[in-house]
């Protein structure tokens, strides 16, 4: 967890000098924030639904309506997506069990250093649990454009969808919003910068969100070319930590450059999908590129190659391809230049308007392939 990272802690006590010692350990440090102190279990799911903390610390002798061990059950079983500590103390002792809903266990007396130590654990292991296996995070990326990039991105998207994968589609193209153009979305429809940056709740997300006729929600770059300075690395790390919370696929379009933005998208994907074509100029800066991702420390299993047009070879063996590379790409799509033009200007994924298509099939199997893959990477995560 970067230092940065802030911890939003709620904090569930009815007994006024343990909750006094506890804001007193707090007020020395910065890594956390207490959002407020519940002296009544019953408030607690509203205020975790309303303010949306990242830890959640409940005194397992809590009197009143709703005791301790009720209100972890019913955090547990309402899948608030929120980490659950429970204080106690030697006489009640307590068994951590995530499958409980008890992620941590903090028995009295304890330390400031205890209580900072045991919130960041339990929200990194909860994180590590949310994020393995859960879902797939992927960026359709080409330090080249004209390469089909948007399209293959929209199209995979869809096809994720039609799988049965919740899916969602961001506009990673912050400055000039390609996907804004292709699906002809209205200048005012909401976009990433209408989602609040102080924190973001899941509620937030029906107001933001452009709901697709294709099936899938998409989250769109703003309006304006000036507005991209208004988003930090910070805000995507906090807008894609909430989406995985909801959505089992996330696609990215991303732009070309490799900016402070664009780093925060990659440093989070699980795959990055990079596109290919048949010009010496785009494979040059795909060798180019590759230099840069293993500088960065990317493993070479994060990067997955498609050749779009790949039965248009314009002159270039598939071999030097492969050489240049260093491997066989994973996944490639042929070329359908009516149909992708005549789909992209009616803003209709090609895939859904003629899903027998040799392309739609080749969209399709690279679906399957990625969903695969994902699903393999997170059982040799577990393992």
């Known amino acids: 967890m970067p230092p940065s990272d802030q911890t939003r802690l709620l904090i569930v006590e009815d007994v006024p000098q343990v909750a006094h010692y506890i804001r007193g350990l707090l007020e020395a440090q910065a890594r956390v924030k207490l959002l407020e102190v519940l002296t009544e279990g019953g408030r607690a799911i509203a205020a975790i639904n309303e303010m949306r903390p990242d830890v959640v610390l409940v005194d397992a002798l809590l009197q009143g309506r709703i005791k301790g061990p009720k209100l972890v059950e019913q955090i547990h079983?309402?899948?608030?997506?929120?980490?659950?500590?429970?204080?106690?103390v030697p006489q009640n002792p307590v068994e951590p069990n995530p499958e409980l809903g008890i992620d941590g266990v903090l028995s009295m007396p304890f330390s400031g250093f205890d209580l900072m130590?045991?919130?960041?654990?339990?929200?990194?292991?909860?994180?590590?649990?949310?994020?393995?296996?859960?879902?797939?995070l992927m960026s359709v990326f080409s330090p080249k454009g004209g390469v089909g990039k948007t399209t293959i991105a929209f199209n995979l998207a869809v096809a994720l969808a039609q799988m049965e994968q919740r899916t969602v589609l961001i506009d990673g193209s912050i400055q000039f919003g390609d996907l804004r153009s292709?699906?002809?979305?209205?200048?005012?429809?909401?976009?990433?910068?209408?989602?609040?940056?102080?924190?973001?709740?899941?509620?937030?997300?029906?107001?933001?969100?452009w709901r697709d006729p294709s099936g899938i929600d998409i989250l769109l770059a703003p309006p304006r070319i000036e507005m991209a300075e208004m988003l930090t690395a910070r805000d995507i790390e906090k807008i894609l930590s909430l989406l995985r919370r909801v959505y089992t696929c996330i696609v990215i379009d991303m732009s070309c450059q490799l900016n402070d933005i664009n780093l925060a998208f990659l440093d989070a994907s699980d795959a990055i999908i990079e596109i290919v074509t048949?010009?010496?100029?785009?494979?040059?800066?795909?060798?180019?590129?590759?230099?840069?991702?293993?500088?960065?420390?990317?493993?070479?299993?994060?990067?997955?190659?498609?050749?779009?047009?790949?039965?248009?070879?314009?002159?270039?063996?598939?071999?030097?391809?492969?050489?240049?590379?260093?491997?066989?790409?994973?996944?490639?799509?042929v070329s359908d230049g009516r149909l992708v033009v005549q789909s992209n200007n009616e803003g209709v994924p090609f895939v859904l308007a003629s899903p027998s298509a040799p392309i739609s099939q080749d969209i399709n199997r690279t679906a399957t392939e990625l969903l695969n893959a994902g699903r393999m990477s997170a059982f040799a995560g577990r393992s």
């Open 117 to 136: 130590t045991r919130i960041a654990q339990v929200r990194k292991d909860h994180e590590a649990r949310q994020t393995v296996g859960s879902n797939l």
């Open 182 to 209: 292709l699906l002809k979305v209205p200048v005012d429809a909401p976009s990433i910068l209408d989602l609040p940056t102080d924190r973001i709740a899941e509620s937030d997300l029906g107001d933001v969100l």
């Open 77 to 88: 079983e309402a899948s608030l997506g929120v980490p659950v500590i429970v204080l106690t």
């Open 278 to 333: 048949y010009d010496s100029t785009t494979i040059h800066s795909t060798m180019a590129i590759a230099d840069t991702f293993r500088a960065i420390g990317y493993p070479a299993s994060k990067v997955r190659y498609l050749v779009n047009r790949s039965d248009s070879s314009g002159g270039i063996n598939p071999a030097d391809l492969e050489r240049a590379l260093g491997r066989v790409p994973e996944h490639k799509v």
